[in-house]
């Protein structure tokens, strides 16, 4: 256990609500030497007293013996989260264009070469349905980018949202921006793809 930590700890705490350690003191019906010594790290609240000081401080005996509030390293972890999807989501989308435009230009050489080679029409036929593989399988996987990463903004009220894979594939689209119905206000509108919730 870190005393010094927790003593700094009291000491924020104890500014934080208005307190002078006289006052803190009074309170719990001991001696402002006792905070004073808290504080400098020198020892520990006793335990019977520990409550009623974590009760006056707003905060828990957790934190107390931590030496720092819990919630502000939860929100930290959360925000540290947040960031990390926001990249993961962002080099998904750039993969989906590399994905799209390769299996594009392999459908394009395919058609390039059904078209031009000196080949019977058959194997032409078998030439286009082979260059088109690519995309039929890539397909599923690139919708489901559109669906799960980032957001959708509906225009009228803002609201940012993760819409069904159905919504996605049904969709009017030019680029990534979808025609879609917001189940925030339920009213249509040209939904542009935003990387943050908020
Ligand atoms: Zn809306």
């Known amino acids: 256990m870190d005393l010094i930590k927790i003593g700094e700890f009291i000491a924020e705490c104890r500014k934080a609500k208005g307190y002078t350690q006289a006052s803190l003191a009074e309170q719990l ?3 402002n030497r006792a905070v004073s010594k808290w504080e400098n790290g020198h020892s520990l609240p006793d335990a019977a007293i520990m409550l009623d000081l974590c009760k ?5 005996v957790t934190e107390l013996l931590e030496g720092e509030k819990g919630m502000e390293k939860n929100e930290e972890l959360l925000l540290e989260m947040v960031r990390q999807k926001q990249a993961a989501d962002k080099r998904l989308l750039q ?3 590399i994905t799209g435009v390769i299996c594009v230009l392999m459908l394009l050489a395919a058609v390039a070469v059904a078209s031009f080679a000196p080949l019977p029409e ?3 036929v078998l030439i ?3 260059g088109l593989i690519p995309l ?3 397909m599923p996987f690139l919708l489901q980018i559109e669906q799960t990463a980032g957001y959708y903004e509906c225009q009228h009220c803002k609201h940012r949202y993760v819409p069904t894979f159905k919504a996605v594939l049904m969709a009017m689209h030019t680029g990534r921006t979808r025609y879609m119905k917001c189940p925030e206000c339920g009213k249509r509108s040209w939904q542009k793809k935003v990387l943050t919730k908020e």
């Not at 006056?56 to 828990?60: D, W």
């Open 56 to 60: 006056l401080l707003g905060i828990t």
């Open 128 to 130: 286009i349905v082979a």
């Open 136 to 138: 039929l399988v890539a």
């Open 95 to 97: 993969m989906e264009i």
């Open 29 to 31: 019906h001991i001696t």
């Open 122 to 124: 058959i194997w032409r």
